[in-house]
């Protein structure tokens, strides 16, 4: 079993910043692709930034230019850097593990983090 812990959500003011942390444990045994999810009240959950297990990085749109997704030292740890916020970032954030076995393929969420933008 993988279990995913978030940490670094909070309240900030418009133009703040935060750091997301997320920290995957239990049966890892390489570096798989990891990115980071938000869902706002009423809306569907969607990709913010994600990481391969190559290095490679996507963003959503919405936040190019101002998040920036990093790996850790320890393969499985994943940051999200959040610059210039804004009240519309305002969300649950979450991390996820992707997982591929062969043909199976195993999604792994931590249980999200709070970011509120307001002043």
């Known amino acids: 079993q993988v279990q995913l812990v978030e940490s670094g959500g909070g309240l900030v003011q418009p133009g703040g910043s935060l750091r997301l942390s997320c920290a995957a444990s239990?049966?890892?045994?390489?570096?798989?692709?990891m990115g980071w999810y938000r869902q706002a009240p009423g809306k569907q959950r969607e990709l913010v930034a994600a990481s391969t297990s190559g290095g490679g990085t996507n963003y959503a749109d919405s936040v190019k230019g101002r998040f920036t997704i990093s790996r850790g030292n320890a393969k499985n740890t994943v940051y999200l850097q959040m610059n210039s916020l804004k009240s519309e970032d305002t969300a649950v954030y979450y991390c996820?593990?992707?997982?591929?076995?062969?043909?199976?393929?195993?999604?792994?969420w931590g249980q999200g983090t709070q970011v509120t933008v307001s002043s």
């Open positions: 996820k593990m992707t997982i591929l076995t062969g043909i199976h393929v195993y999604e792994y």
């Open positions: 239990g049966k890892i045994f390489s570096t798989n692709p």
